[in-house]
């Protein structure tokens, strides 16, 4: 479709562009696309925008309101759902530029902060005043603080600290119709989690800590995945700032890509980290050394668990042994983590990596994890649907897949809940009753034949047939 896009050139100069290269590189998120989405949707947008203040955003958006057309929000893509990938062409509107204010406050301990700022630059600029974030990504180092809003919001320290959801004490928003409005504390929810589909968030008033005064990680080992599922269980008790582990086979993959040609000797191993006090921190360490003297756990030296610690920004460097890696990613409770675990081990995978975190006092998050070659083509299709069986696994434990985008959006039920989803359904009509920010994401696609295959009785046979019929449709020239 052509647009008459100069009108927005008079907002943003330079800071639009419909070059069809330029456009091309917003059309993907973090994960390879399968066929099937072009199939399905029109994923290059018709123009990009880098708004730097929520006045133009606004203008964005009354422009996209009055000519029906569709902006996907989309800050770094580090999400790999496809949540931040246009459905429909249109607009996507890039938020890394509205980046331009961190406001502190030292006496109350909070932070104003613009959207756009990654969130380990804000880490360091708290820390540097005597503050610290209670919670943030392991994608930090290039995640947003409204694309992490938009997300579930679990990650490092949400074990002691909480969802990042529940320290936010105010924000800015743009509506869908361009209207900027402030947001109480309690009216938060409208935005947070609703990956981008409710409104723009701009600016968040959010809540930090004083810098802990000591952080202790401790590296433990176990001989066995049941040994490992008991232990995770009991250090919650001990309140950790972050407890993370993995197995045997993605600490083979870590050992590979950094040249190390040893193996590892342990099925599993947990990292669990002390923040607070020195008194407080000794105290949990007393405890945590009681665990460790029963069998089958081994304790690794300090510098080790130091290493790991100082790793835990790179969860996925073992995409280096690619070419493609593809990870599920589940939240199920705790007390069912070994039995989704076994059931993970049955699907029929070689070199199944799994890594994950505890991120409440009885939930879990797990990221199986493998390798495999996008450009041959039966490969990837077979892959492709170890996914969804993975998200059965975890739904069959009573957990959900982690984040919905567009990949996910046939489990939107589960994850929402039946009422849940009724709320939200009905907040997005009031709000954005011509579906146009971020359409066919997180409530699930609206267009017909989309709406068909994302149903979530035909997802698994359609995205195996969609696949198939791809190829052929790709050899003659009818999609990319
Ligand atoms: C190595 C690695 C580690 C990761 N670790 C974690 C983790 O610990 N926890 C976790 O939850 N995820 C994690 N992720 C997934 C991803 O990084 C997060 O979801 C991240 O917060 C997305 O931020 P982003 O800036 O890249 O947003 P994008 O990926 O660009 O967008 C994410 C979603 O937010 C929407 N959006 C973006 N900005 C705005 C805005 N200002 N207003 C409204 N909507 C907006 C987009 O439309 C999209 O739906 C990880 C990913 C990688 C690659």
Avoid at 128 to 152: H, Q
Avoid at 235 to 255: D, G, T, W
Avoid at 320 to 328: E, S, V
Avoid at 392 to 397: N, T
Wanted: net charge positive.
């Amino acid at each position: 479709m052509n647009y008459n896009f100069k009108l927005l050139e008079d907002v943003l100069g330079n800071r639009i562009t419909t070059d069809e290269f330029e456009c091309a590189l917003y059309s993907t998120d973090l994960a390879p696309l399968p066929g099937i989405i072009n199939l399905l949707f029109k994923t290059t947008p018709d123009a990009v925008v880098r708004p730097e203040t929520p006045e133009e955003i606004s203008e964005v958006m009354k422009f996209a309101n009055k000519n029906r057309i569709s902006v996907t929000p989309r800050a770094s893509a580090t999400s790999a759902l496809g949540g931040c990938v246009p459905t429909r062409g249109g607009i996507v509107m890039d938020m890394s530029s509205m980046d331009n204010k961190i406001e502190i406050n030292e006496k109350e301990r909070t932070v104003i902060v613009s959207c756009g700022v990654v969130w380990k630059k804000l880490e360091k600029v708290l820390n540097i005043n005597g503050l610290a974030l209670m919670t943030y990504p392991s994608s930090s180092p290039s995640a947003t603080v409204g694309g992490w809003l938009s997300s579930p919001g679990c990650g490092v320290g949400t074990l002691k600290y909480r969802r990042v959801h529940e320290q936010v004490l105010g924000m800015e928003a743009v509506l869908p119709d361009g209207e900027i409005k402030g947001y109480s504390e309690k009216e938060n929810h409208k935005f947070l989690g609703s990956e981008g589909t409710t409104g723009i968030i701009t600016m968040v008033k959010l809540k930090v800590r004083e810098l802990p005064e000591s952080v202790s990680p401790h590296l433990l080992t176990f001989d066995s995945q049941e040994k490992f599922a008991d232990v995770i269980q009991e250090l919650v008790e001990l309140k950790p700032f972050n407890i993370s582990y993995a197995n045997r086979a993605y600490a083979q993959m870590m050992k590979d890509v950094q040249g190390d040609n040893t193996n590892p000797d342990f099925e599993f191993r947990i990292l669990v980290v002390f923040d607070g006090n020195k008194k407080e921190v000794a105290e949990s360490v007393k405890k945590l050394y009681k665990i460790k003297k029963s069998g089958g756990i081994g304790v690794e030296p300090a510098e080790l668990a130091e290493e790991e610690w100082g790793d835990r920004f790179n969860p996925m460097r073992i995409k280096r042994r690619g070419p493609t890696l593809l990870a599920g990613d589940l939240l199920v409770p705790l007390s069912r983590l070994n039995t989704v675990i076994s059931k993970l081990g049955k699907i029929n995978i070689n070199g199944l990596g799994i890594e994950g975190s505890v991120v409440s006092e009885n939930k879990a998050i797990v990221m199986p994890m493998y390798l495999t070659d996008e450009r041959k083509f039966m490969d990837f299709i077979f892959a492709l649907r170890h996914l969804k069986k993975m998200n059965d696994i975890a739904v069959s434990a009573g957990g959900i897949p982690y984040g919905t985008g567009l990949w996910n959006s046939p489990y939107v039920n589960k994850i929402l809940g039946g009422e849940g989803l009724k709320e939200k359904t009905g907040l997005k009509k009031k709000i954005d009753p011509h579906n146009i920010l971020n359409p066919d994401k997180y409530l699930g696609a609206k267009l017909a034949i989309p709406s068909l295959v994302f149903h979530p009785k035909m997802y698994g046979l359609s995205m195996f047939l969609a696949e198939i019929a791809a190829k052929p449709l790709r050899f003659v020239g009818l999609i990319k």
